[in-house]
């Protein structure tokens, strides 16, 4: 917040601003969520708990190669930027190589000074910018698959029910046998739906 600000404004805007994205982030993240244990734990096959697990274990190895792509690029911008240092010890020169930060900013302290604490901070910030954007990218990593699995597990579903089903259909148990499942194929369906 901005130093000439009362202190009653700083709190109600820091109050405005939790209330709107626990409204806006939060409460959402979480009616997907509970939907995704819902389908979980709705489902009874041992074929569709098997098409689940081949989405989540998908989308698992998708959110280990973001994070891993992530912390190497953070590891590549801490090795380019401590580099010039590890020449000055190893191979000096008669003068210094020049630092530079890896974030062109402007602070209100001397870069040339304070080049170290002001990285450590930078890396620290690095850190935690990774933590929080790699959690909401895999958020959506593990929607999309999940809402994949949905799909496809309709489409299973269809193709059982259809499978073994002569061109005349009878009335008989065969026939509520299909309609239980084509009735319980379309309320998957319109899960996958509202999902998405």
Same mark, same amino acid.
């Given at each position: ?10 709190? /109600? ?35 569709? *708990?098997?098409?689940?697990? +081949? =989405? ?5 190895? =998708? ?18 930027? /401590?580099?010039? #240092? ?27 000074? =304070?080049?170290?604490?002001?990285? &450590? ?9 990774? *933590?929080? #954007? ?7 990593? %593990?929607?999309?698959?999940? &809402?994949? &699995? ?5 489409? =299973? ?5 259809? +499978? ?6 009878? %009335?008989? +148990?065969?026939? +509520? ?14 899960? &996958?739906?509202?999902?998405?």
């Amino acid at each position: 917040m901005w130093p000439h600000q009362s202190e009653k404004t700083k709190l /109600i805007r820091t109050i405005y601003t939790q209330i709107a994205m626990l409204l806006c982030i939060v409460i959402p993240m979480n009616v997907i969520w509970n939907r995704i244990e819902y389908d979980w734990n709705e489902l009874i096959t041992t074929r569709g *708990i098997n098409i689940l697990k +081949e =989405y989540a274990s998908t989308s698992k190895l =998708y959110n280990i190669i973001l994070i891993g792509l992530y912390y190497v690029g953070v590891i590549f911008l801490i090795f380019q930027t /401590i580099l010039p #240092t590890f020449l000055d010890v190893v191979l000096p020169l008669n003068e210094s190589r020049p630092l530079n930060s890896p974030i062109l900013m402007d602070s209100l302290i001397k870069q040339t000074i =304070y080049f170290y604490p002001t990285l &450590a901070s930078t890396y620290v910030l690095l850190v935690f910018f990774g *933590i929080v #954007t790699t959690a909401v990218n895999g958020f959506f990593v %593990v929607c999309v698959q999940h &809402a994949c &699995a949905m799909f496809r597990l309709v489409r =299973y579903t269809l193709d059982e029910a259809f +499978e073994n089903v002569d061109q005349k259909l009878y %009335v008989n +148990e065969e026939n +509520e046998r299909i309609c239980e499942k084509i009735i319980r194929t379309i309320k998957t369906h319109k899960n &996958a739906i509202e999902l998405v």
